[in-house]
T-cell receptor, first 116, second 116 residues
Framework: GNSVTQMEGPVTLSEEAFLTINCTYT??????LFWYVQYPGEGLQLLLK?????DKGSNKGFEATYRKETTSFHLEKGSVQVSDSAVYFC???????????????FGKGTKLSVIP | DTAVSQTPKYLVTQMGNDKSIKCEQN?????MYWYKQDSKKFLKIMFS???????INETVPNRFSPKSPDKAHLNLHINSLELGDSAVYFC???????????????FGEGSRLTVL
């Protein structure tokens, strides 16, 4: 079955530090990959996505590159801000696994805290 | 206007009671979902409806019953509540049933259920 594995949190960084949150996946075919962010007290919202190998998704200074050879989609940001404190979820949708295209399979989430 | 709205936001109840959570989306989307988020932030899909038709029905106790009176509404009814049902329940919607291309789910703010 499909699965997403994220690095364990929580991650605590100082403002302006470099961020990497690792994400690897297992899927039947060639999934589409996503990062979602959940700010405190809110629902999840889409941060960025990539639908094929070597695609780079980017938004709000965050980037992630779809690496088929390592089945990874690591999230990076060059300089984090306090306002980036949130829980980050890696997810996939697999169009080759029947009902897998009708849902997102989420990782367990990584909590990021950025301190001034 | 809130795109995906859930009520109530907080629900505290005794074991054995029956409760409902309502969800409405004003985005004109065809597909709606219920996700459960446990205390460790792990998100798991429960149900998905496309134009009032059930398309995903994950392994959840049959005490949980979704109802979609029209494509803008998806309610969740829970019978005989148990301690383990305590969680945050998120409603979400997407433009269509296939998430492989857009992958964008629009989430409500969540309904925190506490069973005592």
């Amino acid at each position: 079955g499909n699965s997403v594995t994220q690095m364990e949190g929580p991650v605590t960084l100082s403002e302006e530090a470099f961020l990497t949150i690792n994400c690897t996946y297992t899927a039947t075919g060639y999934p589409s990959l996503f990062w979602y962010v959940q700010y405190p007290g809110e629902g999840l919202q889409l941060l960025l996505k990539a639908t094929k190998a070597d695609d780079k998704g980017s938004n709000k200074g965050f980037e992630a590159t779809y690496r088929k050879e390592t089945t990874s989609f690591h999230l990076e940001k060059g300089s984090v801000q306090v306002s980036d404190s949130a829980v980050y979820f890696c997810a996939l949708s697999d169009p080759y696994s029947g009902a897998g295209s009708y849902q997102l399979t989420f990782g367990k989430g990584t909590k990021l805290s950025v301190i001034p | 206007d809130t795109a995906v709205s859930q009520t109530p936001k907080y629900l505290v109840t005794q074991m054995g009671n029956d409760k409902s959570i309502k969800c409405e989306q004003n985005l004109g989307h065809d597909t709606m979902y219920w996700y459960k988020q446990d205390s460790k932030k792990f998100l798991k899909i429960m149900f998905s409806y496309n134009n009032k038709e059930l398309i995903i029905n994950e392994t959840v106790p049959n005490r949980f019953s979704p109802k979609s009176p029209d494509k803008a509404h998806l309610n969740l009814h829970i019978n005989s509540l148990e301690l383990g049902d305590s969680a945050v329940y998120f409603c979400a919607s997407s433009q269509d049933r296939s998430l492989a291309n857009t992958g964008e789910l629009f989430f409500g703010e969540g309904s925190r259920l506490t069973v005592l």
